[in-house]
């Protein structure tokens, strides 16, 4: 299939609290795989085994990257139009999204209430190759962790989920860490404990929530090794609390994890060059915009002055030619 440009310039992956109840497929046909059920339009019908055949490869592939070991039942909506997936969204941020993910819901005992739930844009179908597997592997990395939360009864931060999905998946909401670096330097890194239900409804300061997520659950494979991450979702799926999962993984309180990890951006000589030269672009971007104004500016004020000039001399051929030299009395 073709690869569309849109994928590359927009390559934005969401994760909602969205209400399930608003995921209605009452006008959509449905063809059930076993435990997955796929939702389409009929002029989506085309793309459901290929569709079928990504969520099985992906599914088999979280489990044995992350020790999960589960099935979980979940569903997928081919949104029968761009419009109708924007109306799923309910979001401002619905422009930049070609699939996103709604967890499970349970209800305190352990029991099932509501399938997860992924909704892909129709327009993403075209792009639907290896090159996506990684979309969608982000997407239902959201559905097993609400899987996992809602059979151990456990609660799970908005930070470590983003920050697996995006670890897992290899595929980054906002590649450059520039933002990060800054903030860190400006002692204004969102504190972990803000991050456990949610992000800051700020577009910056969500942005720089997703790159705390990243940069935290890298951090841990780095110093750790990349099985402590396998080890602390096991430990969660055996029903341990998350800063004693990762305490019993890293030997290491959460708290002081958070401060060695903000510790690595510390003024540094690498650090202060990549924030100098961040602030180095913008300073000169607008001394060469100043600098093009200038010149615009002084090629109109020449131009100006040349039409003054033709002017003038205008004036003084015409008062020579029709009224001659004046008579002295």
Sequence with gaps: ???KLRSI??????????SLSALSTPDLLSRKYDRLTIHYSSKHRRFVPEVAEVMKKVVRDLNADLGFSIRPEFEVIIAPSRAEFERYLSSGQSEWALAFAVPPRY?????KLKNGVVVLDPSSLDLFNNSLVGTVKHEVCHIFIGELEGRSNIRIPRWFNEGLAQWISKILVYPDETDLKVAAFNKTLIPLEELVDGFPESALRAKLAYLESISLVSYLAEKYGAGSIRMIVIRLKEGVEFQTAVEQTTSVPLAELEKNWQDQFQPGVVNIISIFIRYLNIFVGLAILSVIVFFIVRARSRRRLAEMKEEDAWMESLDRDEWGEPEEK
Excluded: A, H, N, Y
């Excluded at 310039?9 to 969205?18: A, N, P, R």
């Excluded at 209800?107 to 029991?111: A, H, L, Q, T, Y």
């Design 9 to 18: 310039v927009i390559f934005f992956l969401l994760f909602f609290s969205l």
């Design 107 to 111: 209800d305190p005992s352990g029991k």
């Design 1 to 3: 299939m073709k690869l």
